[in-house]
């Protein structure tokens, strides 16, 4: 599955350091879970998060959710073990916090490596700082084994002096430069967290608007996010006709030595089917991950 394919709808952090909650973590619907040893985690829980992520993941459970693990920083007392530990946990892959040049992934890609993590193990990257907004292209660059970024725009809009607005117009820029560095490098990326939890309607927004910019899906902190991320970054079911419908006009015209043809008065090209069969295969992966829960 290529990495735009792989459902990441909903991607909801869970601290490492609460048990109960990667217990849960295995009955909700999101697709993928980012099993949190940074931000989420008190200093003195650091170890006892690292153990029980470990403990957890090994116990199984999870299903088909992409199970990720956001580590601390190297310039922190734990990053360094956080990697070292992680690299054989069977996590799918490691979060490494405030990227902003392709040095700090090649760094992340040597330690994991050194560690033994398994080449199928990616690397997503935090896109929170300004420096990182204008590095975005090398980040995206930087290594095979990056599979997503994240956009941090809690810490992005603290670091510009900005403010959290419902339209996000001062997030704007850094946004388009994410999702562009993430598109011309073939990887994936998910739109930021929204915090008040009690605005459900700004939350519907938001994520309508991180479909309608190209994001693939939405990071969220809390489990009553899940459905409406699911729904909105899902394909619909018309959607998915429309593709099917088009990519067999098309095949049938190239058969046919056309290089074009016309449904339902839309003129269709390589380029419409290319996106058809994006979408009607990230539509199959979701049924799959469903099916499988």
Known sequence: MSNTARPRRSVLYMPGSNARALEKGRGLPADALILDLEDAVAPEAKETARRQIVEAIAAGGYGARELIVRVNGFDSPWGDD????????????????????AA????????????GAPDTMGIMCMMETPLGM?????????????????MGTSD??????????????????SLGLCILAARAYGIAIVDGVHLDLSDDAGFADHCLQGKELGFDGK????????AKANEVFAPSAEEVAWSHKIIAAHGEATAAGQGVVVVDGK??????????????ALAEAIARMENAA
């Not at 204008?134 to 994240?150: D, F, H, M, Y």
């Not at 992005?156 to 820029?173: F, G, I, N, S």
């Not at 990071?219 to 899940?226: A, C, D, E």
């Open 267 to 280: 003129l269709v090209e390589n380029l419409h089917v290319e996106a058809a069969e994006r979408l009607v």
């Open 219 to 226: 990071t969220l902190i809390h489990p009553k996010t899940v």
């Open 134 to 150: 204008l590095n975005a292209q090398q980040v995206a660059a930087a290594s095979p084994r990056i599979t997503c970024l994240v």
């Open 82 to 101: 956080d990697v070292k530990v992680m690299a054989t946990s069977g996590a799918d892959a490691i979060l490494l916090p405030k990227v902003e040049t």
């Open 104 to 115: 700090m992934v090649q760094d992340l890609e040597a330690r994991m490596a050194a560690a």
């Open 156 to 173: 992005l809009v603290k670091d510009l002096q900005a403010a959290h607005t419902p339209a996000r117009l001062p997030v704007l820029t």
